[in-house]
């Protein structure tokens, strides 16, 4: 690596650092701090990562406050697929990170066994003041590592993050039998990866445009 590329490539991870534009998934009272930390007494945009968005595509670090249920799972793994590369998250609260007080089946024991996480914050719910070390660590993290092409991404065969084949993607496909002993979070048997026009059917079965 030459000067040059060395320079630019601490310029790139600099503006994204300074730049970063969070998807905030609040569930709890988690939200709630993270409103603070948004609001005028503490004033997130200091560190330049004000401008949430609640389009995944537009967003690059994901703050996933408060717990997570089974159901609100495929939510969450869908935004995160989303989002572009690069990407972060930060796993806001005890909840996010290990269920929490909830630990029953219906929760999420940690969102990092879904999805992966760069950052935790601890605490039930943690104050607006540990968020904003969260994002100060994570912009350590970036201007540590990180190329302007992107070329840490060239080794990556596959996609970071859950499989695209959830429960949910699974109904949608038509014509092809989901048996018993199938595992859910991976393609039918017999799926070549595509399918033509008009074999997909909405999430209670019936075709698109059908009324019955």
């Given at each position: 690596m030459t000067q040059a590329d060395a320079l630019l490539n601490w310029a790139a991870n600099w503006s994204r650092s300074n730049s970063l534009w969070p998807m905030p998934f609040a569930t709890a009272c988690c939200?709630?701090?993270?409103m603070a930390t948004a609001a005028s007494k503490h004033d997130i945009a200091r560190f330049g990562a004000e401008v949430m968005r609640f389009s995944p595509r537009q967003c690059d670090l994901l703050i996933v406050a408060g717990r997570v249920v089974m159901k609100m799972l495929p939510v969450l793994?869908?935004?995160?697929?989303?989002?572009?590369?690069p990407k972060w998250c930060i796993s806001m609260g005890a909840c996010a990170c290990t269920g929490g007080v909830f630990d029953t089946y219906a929760v999420v024991q940690g969102v990092d066994r879904f999805i992966p996480v760069d950052v935790y914050v601890p605490g039930c719910p943690p104050r607006p003041e540990q968020l904003i070390a969260a994002v100060m660590d994570m912009q350590k993290k970036i201007k540590a590592t990180g190329t302007l092409m992107g070329r840490e991404f060239k080794g990556e065969t596959t996609a970071r993050g859950p499989n695209p084949f959830d429960l949910d993607e699974l109904k949608r496909l038509r014509g092809l039998p989901i048996l018993p002993d199938q595992n859910l979070t991976s393609p039918p048997r017999g799926y070549s990866g595509e399918l033509p026009m008009g074999q997909f059917s909405d999430m209670s079965g019936r075709k698109e445009g059908s009324r019955g």
């Amino acid at each position: 690596m030459t000067q040059a590329d060395a320079l630019l490539n601490w310029a790139a991870n600099w503006s994204r650092s300074n730049s970063l534009w969070p998807m905030p998934f609040a569930t709890a009272c988690c939200g709630i701090e993270l409103m603070a930390t948004a609001a005028s007494k503490h004033d997130i945009a200091r560190f330049g990562a004000e401008v949430m968005r609640f389009s995944p595509r537009q967003c690059d670090l994901l703050i996933v406050a408060g717990r997570v249920v089974m159901k609100m799972l495929p939510v969450l793994q869908r935004i995160w697929l989303q989002m572009p590369e690069p990407k972060w998250c930060i796993s806001m609260g005890a909840c996010a990170c290990t269920g929490g007080v909830f630990d029953t089946y219906a929760v999420v024991q940690g969102v990092d066994r879904f999805i992966p996480v760069d950052v935790y914050v601890p605490g039930c719910p943690p104050r607006p003041e540990q968020l904003i070390a969260a994002v100060m660590d994570m912009q350590k993290k970036i201007k540590a590592t990180g190329t302007l092409m992107g070329r840490e991404f060239k080794g990556e065969t596959t996609a970071r993050g859950p499989n695209p084949f959830d429960l949910d993607e699974l109904k949608r496909l038509r014509g092809l039998p989901i048996l018993p002993d199938q595992n859910l979070t991976s393609p039918p048997r017999g799926y070549s990866g595509e399918l033509p026009m008009g074999q997909f059917s909405d999430m209670s079965g019936r075709k698109e445009g059908s009324r019955g």
